[in-house]
T-cell receptor, first 109, second 117 residues
Framework: QQQVKQSPQSLIVQKGGISIINCAYE??????FPWYQQFPGKGPALLIA?????SEKKEGRFTISFNKSAKQFSLHIMDSQPGDSATYFC????????FGKGTMLLVSP | GAVVSQHPSWVICKSGTSVKIECRSL??????MFWYRQFPKQSLMLMATSNEGSKATYEQGVEKDKFLINHASLTLSTLTVTSAHPEDSSFYICSARDAGLNTGELFFGEGSRLTVL
């Protein structure tokens, strides 16, 4: 499987701060880049996704920035809240998705 | 969003027995469903792509005779772990795409935790 590299592995952010998670992919044929949020014991839930024809997409406090030439995309969580504490996975693909290794986010009160 | 339901949500079985996990798309039709396996604190690894009415496509390293997949209808795919062993203990998650949408969005089930004693 083509790799999707995600960093950091874990992240601690103070309440109200900005959480930033980065991903890089290899396959230039990928055309769908979603971010998933997963709580312990639950399946992943789609947060936000982007296609390569735009460089940024914002939904509420969540923003994806996409750099096609660098083959990188990132998730920004503005005004991070304790309830955002979860594991976040980036993914990339077309017919199937390849997932990054995940980032455990802890938002301290 | 669309709902994908998995059953059972958790199961404990003895080594050597077989376990069936169901994945249903509740309010949409899915010609393709995907089965993932997730070990603790690790990422989701695609096991196989389940195709309605035809054979599943397995990822490299996944034993198709051990992980039997059946996609008998547009709303149901099943994963059977045959002759389960403790190393098969994992979190199994299915996902599906709405055949009527062109967004590419994958909807995930809540997962099924298998513990093999």
């Amino acid at each position: 499987q083509q790799q999707v590299k995600q960093s950091p592995q874990s992240l601690i952010v103070q309440k109200g701060g900005i959480s930033i998670i980065n991903c890089a992919y290899e396959n230039t044929a990928f055309d769908y880049f979603p971010w998933y949020q997963q709580f312990p014991g639950k399946g992943p839930a789609l947060l936000i996704a982007i296609r390569p024809d735009v460089s940024e997409k914002k939904e509420g406090r969540f923003t994806i920035s996409f750099n096609k030439s660098a083959k990188q995309f990132s998730l920004h969580i503005m005004d991070s809240q304790p309830g955002d504490s979860a594991t976040y996975f980036c993914a990339a693909g077309y017919s199937t998705l390849t997932f990054g290794k995940g980032t455990m986010l802890l938002v301290s009160p | 969003g669309a709902v994908v339901s998995q059953h059972p949500s958790w199961v404990i079985c003895k080594s050597g027995t077989s376990v069936k996990i169901e994945c249903r798309s509740l309010d949409f039709q899915a010609t393709t469903m995907f089965w993932y396996r997730q070990f603790p604190k690790q990422s989701l690894m695609l096991m196989a792509t389940s195709n309605e009415g035809s054979k599943a496509t397995y990822e490299q390293g996944v034993e198709k005779d051990k992980f039997l997949i059946n996609h008998a209808s547009l709303t149901l795919s099943t994963l059977t772990v045959t002759s389960a062993h403790p190393e098969d203990s994992s979190f199994y998650i299915c996902s599906a795409r709405d055949a009527g949408l062109n967004t590419g969005e994958l909807f995930f089930g809540e997962g099924s935790r298998l513990t093999v004693l």
